[in-house]
T-cell receptor, first 116, second 111 residues
Framework: GAVVSQHPSRVICKSGTSVKIECRSL??????MFWYRQFPKQSLMLMAT?????????EQGVEKDKFLINHASLTLSTLTVTSAHPEDSSFYIC????????????FGPGTRLTVL | GENVEQHPSTLSVQEGDSAVIKCTYS??????FPWYKQELGKGPQLIID?????GEKKDQRIAVTLNKTAKHFSLHITETQPEDSAVYFC??????????FGAGTTVTVRA
């Protein structure tokens, strides 16, 4: 149980284009989803927290107009990187938690974004 | 906010020996302390966690200890195997359910 999937696993795009990453909880209802970014050989940095049906809460320094997050259902959240640039290239990881999981977060496999 | 420090940054052990990773946290309100294993190109995988009402927890070769007074917690891996080689992250979570991660420890188990 508690499986989280991400799609796509890997994406390469040209500078200036937008990329959408999907995060799905496959066997539970995720009341809260989190989006992280991880640069090579570094730790996970929280970008934003989203609750189903509400606007996402962004961490300090994360541009909400650049990283659009939608959590329209209890099993799906999307992250759209708008007007992507090479510095946005990174490993994006989502996680999900439910009301019954307390603090525990279940992580997806990550999406490798490369912007040329 | 919560600040988690993790040591060492790299750890090389002989197969069969034990590995210990230590973390400290700053927010006394933190009550959930998970440990994750991350292999190259993959998402983090929860290997063990502990809550603030428990001092120690063990799952086969893995154990975690928590000292709330000193605000530190440790991961112990016994009888290490080559497949234990990975990056390990500790994390702490206060009441807002956010996770603050340590910087990570790259563990290499030498055969």
């Amino acid at each position: 149980g508690a499986v989280v999937s991400q799609h796509p696993s890997r994406v390469i795009c040209k500078s200036g284009t937008s990329v959408k990453i999907e995060c799905r909880s496959l066997d539970f209802q995720a009341t809260t989803m989190f989006w992280y970014r991880q640069f090579p050989k570094q730790s996970l940095m929280l970008m934003a927290t989203s609750n189903e049906g509400s606007k996402a809460t962004y961490e300090q320094g994360v541009e909400k107009d650049k990283f659009l997050i939608n959590h329209a259902s209890l099993t799906l959240s999307t992250l759209t990187v708008t007007s992507a640039h090479p510095e946005d290239s990174s490993f994006y990881i989502c996680s999900a938690s439910s009301q019954s999981s307390y603090n525990e977060q279940f992580f997806g496999p990550g999406t490798r974004l490369t912007v040329l | 906010g919560e600040n988690v420090e993790q040591h060492p940054s790299t750890l090389s052990v002989q197969e069969g020996d034990s590995a210990v990773i230590k973390c400290t946290y700053s927010d006394s309100a933190s009550n959930y302390f998970p440990w994750y294993k991350q292999e190259l190109g993959k998402g983090p995988q929860l290997i063990i966690d502990i809550r603030s009402n428990v001092g120690e927890k063990k799952d086969q070769r893995i154990a975690v200890t928590l000292n709330k007074t000193a605000k530190h917690f440790s991961l112990h891996i016994t009888e290490t195997q080559p497949e234990d080689s990975a990056v390990y992250f500790c994390a702490a979570s206060p009441l807002n359910y956010k996770l603050s991660f340590g910087a990570g420890t790259t563990v290499t188990v030498r055969a």
